[in-house]
């Protein structure tokens, strides 16, 4: 994990803003801080899966209950 964002504190401002948001100046720093940790977990949890790539629930109704 890298401690400095991939983006700046005012495109990150701009990205917000566009959604609608307009938090105040202590808000943005402490989600500017964030998200260093946010983009380490984006790369954990996101890749490419395949379509053989199972779901983590699977319901059988042929399968017996334990």
């Known amino acids: 994990m890298t401690d400095t964002p991939t983006i700046s504190l005012g495109e990150l ?26 983009e380490a977990l984006r790369a954990q949890v996101r890749r490419k899966y395949d379509h053989t ?4 629930h699977v ?8």
Do not use: N
């Open 13 to 38: 401002k701009s990205r917000l803003q566009a959604a609608g948001f307009d938090p105040d100046e202590k808000s943005l720093a402490e989600m500017y801080a964030a998200l260093p940790y946010l």
């Open 53 to 56: 790539d199972e779901p983590a």
């Open 59 to 66: 319901f059988s109704a042929f399968e017996p209950k334990s």
